[in-house]
């Protein structure tokens, strides 16, 4: 195994980091946010940083913040900034996220850590050709869109690589449907789980099959949520209870820097 330590002003560094993601709207909350600062310092393997959504810059500024203090930049940002929803369209017709996600970038300071590319996922997977470290994913939230980013890029993922979903635990059909179905159900990957509604998973190919055990029994858990929320409807009355009730039960709590390492740097279970 590859070892990796935690830096000792790790807590520092994701504090500063902290104080400036916190400026940008978005929705990715506090605990996420750290997380993946770990992930951006922490992640045993040499590669790029992929971020596919980075709408007005939230989870960009927290990711260059970490790696731009550790020398482990870019991050590759990839975003066409015109999401019709997220920036309403139908009031705003036009309307884009860049301006707003430039400003950010430049008021963290971390301008000159971050590559932008204005354009669907698909395009940039269609010519990407270096290794990844950490692919992102928080973009198009169906299956179709999450299922696309996760099939372009992955090719490019190193082994010890770690490949995270946003609002897996969230109620939008694609994260917890690919994570689900083409990462847990793969022998391909090691340990795996979620952070609020981050859903991680390191690639480890030629060891995986020794996770299945724990893959699957994540799997059974996370799968009950899939029925309901594959519609991509809104969540009403009893649905919406039994929904939160079968979320409860998937572990998806902190990770603190220590048991991240013990869980990505240590050997297959036997
Ligand atoms: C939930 S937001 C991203 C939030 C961001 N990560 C943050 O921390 O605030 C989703 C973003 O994905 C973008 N998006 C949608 N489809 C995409 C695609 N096919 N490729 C890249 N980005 C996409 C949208 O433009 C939108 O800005």
Redesign the pocket.
């Known amino acids: 195994m590859a070892t990796i330590k935690i830096p000792a002003d790790l807590d520092a560094v994701l504090n500063k980091a902290w104080e400036e993601t916190r400026k940008?709207?978005?929705?990715?909350g506090e605990n996420e946010a750290r997380f993946l600062g770990l992930l951006a310092a922490c992640v045993p393997a040499k590669g790029a940083i992929v971020?596919?959504?980075?709408?007005?810059?939230?989870?960009?500024v927290m990711l260059a913040n970490v790696a731009s203090r550790y020398s482990l930049g870019p991050v590759v940002a990839?975003?066409?900034?015109?999401?019709p929803i997220?920036l309403n369209h139908e009031a705003n017709p036009g309307a884009s996220?860049y301006r707003d996600f430039l400003d950010s970038i430049f008021a963290a300071g971390v301008s000159n850590h971050v590559e932008s590319h204005v354009?669907?996922?698909?395009d940039v997977a269609s010519s990407w050709n270096r290794p990844i470290r950490l692919l992102?994913i928080?973009?198009?939230?169906s299956y179709g869109?999450a299922k696309?980013?996760l099939d372009g890029f992955f090719p490019h993922l190193v082994r010890l690589g770690v490949v995270a979903f946003?609002?897996a635990l969230n109620a939008f059909p694609g994260p917890i449907r690919v994570f689900v179905e083409d990462v847990l159900g793969s022998d391909r990957f090691g340990p795996a789980g979620f952070v609020h509604s981050i859903a991680w998973a390191q690639f480890r190919p030629e060891e995986g099959h020794a996770f299945r055990e724990k893959r699957s029994s994540l799997a059974r858990r996370a799968s009950r949520l899939i029925p309901f929320v594959e519609s991509g409807n809104e969540l009403h009355g009893m649905a919406k209870r039994r929904y939160k009730f079968n979320r409860f039960r998937v572990p998806h709590s902190a990770i603190d820097p220590g048991h991240w390492v013990s869980l990505v740097d240590s050997p297959p279970p036997r």
């Open positions: 940008v709207p978005g929705h990715l971020e596919i959504g980075s709408f007005k810059g939230r989870s960009t990839i975003d066409p900034h015109n999401s997220l996220s354009a669907y996922s698909t992102w928080d973009g198009d939230h869109g696309k980013d946003h609002d």
